[in-house]
Nanobody
C-alpha cells in the first residue's frame, strides 16, 4: 500500500517549535521531491518547502525561510520539517507530498502522493 504517514503536529505558543515527520511506505523516493504544503482556514493550499532526492537541494517559501528547515533520512524513507520561531500565521493543516523531479515545480497540481495532513496550531 502506497502512503505517506505524517506525525508531529500539535498546539504550540508563538515563538515555539515543532517537528513534522513524513514516512513513505511503498512509494519510491528516487527522482522525487518530498515536502510539505499547508492550508489555513479559508485559504488555498500553498507550498511550504521541499527537498530533492537527486542532490538534497531545498526550497522554502518566503514566509518560512529562515525559520523552517527540511531534511531527510533515506534509510528511514522519512522527511522532517523543523519549524522554529512559529507565528500565528503558521496555523494550518500541513500536508506531506511528493512530486516527480520531471515536473519541476512544487505545485499542488503536480503532486503524486498526499499525506493525510496534520494540524499545527500556534496560539497563546
Amino acid at each position: 500500500q502506497e502512503q505517506l504517514v505524517e506525525s508531529g503536529g500539535g498546539l504550540v505558543q508563538p515563538g515555539g517549535s515543532l517537528r513534522l515527520s513524513c514516512t513513505a511506505s511503498g512509494i519510491p523516493l528516487d527522482w522525487r521531491m518530498i515536502g510539505w504544503f499547508r492550508q489555513a482556514p479559508g485559504k488555498e493550499r500553498e507550498g511550504v518547502s521541499y527537498i530533492r532526492s537527486s542532490d538534497d537541494g531545498t526550497w522554502y517559501s518566503d514566509s518560512v525561510k529562515g525559520r523552517f528547515t527540511i531534511s531527510r533520512d533515506d534509510a528511514k524513507k522519512t522527511a522532517y520539517l523543523q519549524m522554529d520561531s512559529l507565528e500565528s500565521k503558521d496555523t494550518a493543516v500541513y500536508y506531506c507530498a511528493t512530486v516527480h523531479l520531471s515536473r519541476g515545480l512544487w505545485k499542488t497540481t503536480h503532486v503524486e502522493d498526499w499525506g493525510e495532513g496534520t494540524q499545527v496550531d500556534v496560539s497563546s
